[in-house]
T-cell receptor, first 119, second 118 residues
Framework: AQKVTQAQTEISVVEKEDVTLDCVYETRDTTYYLFWYKQPPSGELVFLIRRNSFDEQNEISGRYSWNFQKSTSSFNFTITASQVVDSAVYFCALSQEGGHQTGANNLFFGTGTRLTVIP | DAGVIQSPRHEVTEMGQEVTLRCKPISGHDYLFWYRQTMMRGLELLIYFNNNVPIDDSGMPEDRFSAKMPNASFSTLKIQPSEPRDSAVYFC????????????????FGPGTRLLVL
C-alpha cells in the first residue's frame, strides 16, 4: 500500500527565514514517482516537482530545493529566504508505476503542511 | 497554452438535486483524472480516463456518482441525487502518457469546483 506522511500540520516562519517541509513515504514498489504541489489560498493546485525513484539527485530551483533520500524514504522540501507569497498548503504525493493496474497512476497525497510566512 | 479548465467554479445546490461538473483537459493530454478534496479525507482520486476510456473508478463513492468522457476535450462528473456529504472541492487533472507505457506523466490540475450541498 502507498502512504505519504507529512507530520508537520502547520508551520509559521518570519519572512526571509529558511523552512523545510518534511515528507516520508511508504511503498513496496521499486519504481515510483514523488511530487510536491502547492495550494495557495486561492485554492488551485500548482505542480512544483516530480522525481523518479531512480534519481536521487537533489534539485534546486531558485529558492526551492528538494532532498530525496531513499534510505530514509524521505523527500523533503526546503524554501530558502521565505517570502509572504510562499504562504500556502504544500502537498507531497506519491504515484506508483503499473500502467492500468488498479491504483497505478493514482496520486496518493499526504495531508499537507500549511506554511505561513509572517512579514 | 490554456491549463485545465473547470466549470462552474462554485456550485450551491439543495440536497436531492443533480449536479454536473465539467472539465476541459489540456490539449494533447491522454489522461484525465477527477479528485475530491475534503477536510476529513484530504485529496482522493475518484476516477481516471485514458484516451477517453475509464480505467479505474474504484474511488467513486457510490452509484450516485458517474463520470463520462465523450471526447478528448471534455469530461463530466455527475452526482445524482446530491447529498450534503458530497460538499467538497472537486479537481480535474490531466497528463500526457509516457511514451511506450500506460503510465501518466505529471498531472496538472484545474482550479477546482467548490460544491456546497445544502
Amino acid at each position: 500500500a502507498q502512504k505519504v506522511t507529512q507530520a508537520q500540520t502547520e508551520i509559521s516562519v518570519v519572512e526571509k527565514e529558511d523552512v523545510t517541509l518534511d515528507c516520508v513515504y511508504e511503498t513496496r514498489d521499486t519504481t515510483y514517482y514523488l511530487f510536491w504541489y502547492k495550494q495557495p489560498p486561492s485554492g488551485e493546485l500548482v505542480f512544483l516537482i516530480r522525481r523518479n525513484s531512480f534519481d536521487e539527485q537533489n534539485e534546486i530551483s531558485g529558492r526551492y530545493s528538494w532532498n530525496f533520500q531513499k534510505s530514509t524514504s524521505s523527500f523533503n522540501f526546503t524554501i530558502t529566504a521565505s517570502q509572504v507569497v510562499d504562504s500556502a498548503v504544500y502537498f507531497c504525493a506519491l504515484s506508483q508505476e503499473g500502467g492500468h493496474q488498479t491504483g497505478a497512476n493514482n496520486l496518493f497525497f499526504g495531508t499537507g503542511t500549511r506554511l505561513t510566512v509572517i512579514p | 497554452d490554456a491549463g485545465v479548465i473547470q466549470s462552474p467554479r462554485h456550485e450551491v445546490t439543495e440536497m436531492g438535486q443533480e449536479v454536473t461538473l465539467r472539465c476541459k483537459p489540456i490539449s494533447g493530454h491522454d489522461y484525465l483524472f477527477w479528485y475530491r478534496q475534503t477536510m476529513m479525507r484530504g485529496l482522493e482520486l475518484l476516477i481516471y480516463f485514458n484516451n477517453n476510456v475509464p480505467i479505474d473508478d474504484s474511488g467513486m463513492p457510490e452509484d450516485r456518482f458517474s463520470a463520462k468522457m465523450p471526447n478528448a476535450s471534455f469530461s463530466t462528473l455527475k452526482i445524482q441525487p446530491s447529498e450534503p456529504r458530497d460538499s467538497a472541492v472537486y479537481f480535474c487533472a490531466s497528463s500526457r502518457q509516457m511514451r511506450g507505457t500506460f503510465e501518466s506523466e505529471t498531472q496538472y490540475f484545474g482550479p477546482g469546483t467548490r460544491l456546497l450541498v445544502l
